[in-house]
């Protein structure tokens, strides 16, 4: 089984609606991460948590929220999907007593709204 | 955000052969780390090595290994032998208090 599963794989919505994506992780990390990427670039980061009461604003947190339900939870919401949002969506996970931040990745959410 | 260049958008490379993809970051950090991920068209982003910028040799793994100048603020991945299925794309990241900033990616494309 995949380390860090997201929920859906993919999803249609249509604007204005609000869309939920779930992640979940059985590494045992503290650290998770919301990313999306657009076609042809790299990856840019939305939001972070360090730890079940830690939540901080990336790069671009602007239209998402987030809830770090557990440990091993980590969603990512938007409340009002606008077309630009459509994207590939990804959550990372760390592992804060490690010797280096290496970050897992899990298979990616692909978003579109209409 | 740190800049991240990754100066060469797509590369073709012959089956069994080496191919340089090259990174340039910009941190005013003493401390921090590098990655490599890699990008199939299948879209997962897969881990392929790390460097700590402390670190004396270049870190090597498997058939990757990084040409790490940190003066130059340029960490170049090295794949060698490339098969057919080191066709993807490629991201250069450096860390920064736990967090990955991305380039935006080299295509390397293998011929057979």
């Known amino acids: 089984d995949a380390d860090v599963t997201q929920t859906p794989r993919n999803r249609i919505t249509k604007t204005g609606k609000r869309i939920m994506l779930e992640c979940s992780q059985t590494?045992?990390?503290?650290?998770m991460y919301w990313y999306r990427q657009d076609p042809g670039l790299g990856l840019r980061l939305i939001y972070y948590?360090?730890?079940?009461?830690?939540?901080n604003k990336g790069e671009i947190s602007d239209g998402y929220s987030v809830s770090r339900q557990a440990q091993a939870k980590f969603s990512l919401s938007l409340e009002s999907a606008i077309p630009n949002q459509t994207a590939l969506y990804f959550c990372?996970?760390?592992?804060?007593?490690?010797?280096?931040?290496?970050?897992?990745f899990g298979p990616g959410t692909r978003l579109t709204v209409l | 955000a740190q800049k991240i260049t990754q100066t060469q958008p797509g590369m073709f490379v012959q089956e069994k052969e080496a191919v340089t993809l090259d990174c340039t970051y910009d941190?005013?950090?003493?401390?921090?780390?590098l990655f490599w991920y890699k990008q199939p068209s299948s879209g997962e982003m897969i881990f392929l090595i790390y460097?700590?910028?402390?670190?004396?040799q270049n870190a090597t793994e498997g058939r990757y290994s990084l040409n790490f100048q940190k003066a130059r603020k340029s960490a170049n991945l090295v794949i060698s032998a490339s098969q057919l299925g080191d066709s993807a794309m490629y991201f250069c990241?450096?860390?920064?208090?736990?967090?990955?900033?991305f380039g935006a990616g080299t295509t390397v494309t293998v011929r057979a």
């Open positions: 941190t005013s950090d003493q401390s921090y780390g």
């Open positions: 590494k045992g990390h503290d650290r």
């Open positions: 990372a996970t760390s592992d804060a007593r490690a010797s280096t931040d290496t970050q897992y």
């Open positions: 948590s360090f730890d079940v009461k830690d939540i």
């Open positions: 460097q700590g910028s402390y670190d004396e």
């Open positions: 990241a450096p860390s920064n208090d736990y967090k990955l900033s």
